[in-house]
């Protein structure tokens, strides 16, 4: 069964701090991988897309990894505002034959604090 | 961020009562989509349509009925819905269903059911 699982449920940083959410999926075969960032009480915005072939993708001060070897990505939240406060959504595309799928993850809700 | 838009934002309803969700992308985009966001679970797609038609529906309980008059425009039609009914609903668009394009969200409709 594809799942993805996220890490931590939730976290609490100061800000200026950096921090690392983390993405482990068992969607097979795999096609892309997205992380969104939704904001209490907005629909979800995507932050990075990875396909298979792309390690590390940055949009300023956020870092996506992957690793499709073990079905792992990260996202690396760098010297944190108040404004990263937010659920992150990490969202799996499967590429197999049939239907259009999506998986998604629960989320992980940060927390920055002044 | 206003590309899609959803109304109305936040409703409450009653279990015998009859009520629409309305969304509408400003994006030219080929494809609509419905999607369920309970607390604590990943969001669920329930609907996809692609140029007015159809393509994907998730199991979805028949007192969901979804409607798409044009490329523009989607609804989600309510009747008889259940207290597990009440949770966000995303409406969301991309350039088309079948590739790796990005998903634009909504805001959501807060819906809940007494």
């Known amino acids: 069964k594809n799942q993805v699982e996220q890490s931590p449920q939730s976290l609490i940083i100061l800000e200026g701090k950096n921090c690392t959410l983390q993405?482990?999926?068992?969607?097979?075969?795999?096609?892309?991988l997205r992380w969104y960032k939704q904001d209490t009480g907005r629909g979800p915005v995507s932050l990075t897309i990875m396909t298979f072939s792309e390690n590390t993708k940055s949009n300023g001060r956020y870092t996506a990894t992957l690793d499709a070897d073990t079905k792992q990505s990260s996202l690396h939240i760098t010297a944190s505002q108040l404004s990263d406060s937010a659920s992150y959504i990490c969202v799996v595309k499967y590429s197999g034959a049939g239907s259009y799928q999506l998986t998604f993850g629960k989320g992980t809700k940060l927390s920055v604090i002044p | 961020e206003t590309g899609v838009t959803q109304t109305p934002r936040h409703l409450v309803m009653g279990m015998t009562n009859k009520k629409s969700l309305k969304c509408e992308q400003h994006l030219g985009h080929n494809a609509m989509y419905w999607y369920k966001q309970s607390a604590k679970k990943p969001l669920e797609l329930m609907f996809v349509y692609s140029l007015e038609e159809r393509v994907e529906n998730n199991s979805v309980p028949s007192r969901f009925s979804p409607e798409c008059p044009n490329s523009s425009h989607l609804f989600l039609h309510l009747h008889t819905l259940q207290p597990e009914d009440s949770a966000l609903y995303l409406c969301?668009?991309?350039?088309?269903?079948?590739?790796?394009?990005?998903?634009?969200f909504g805001p959501g409709t807060r819906l809940t059911v007494t």
């Open positions: 969301a668009s991309s350039q088309d269903w079948e590739n790796s394009y990005e998903q634009y």
């Open positions: 993405c482990n999926y068992t969607v097979s075969p795999f096609s892309n």
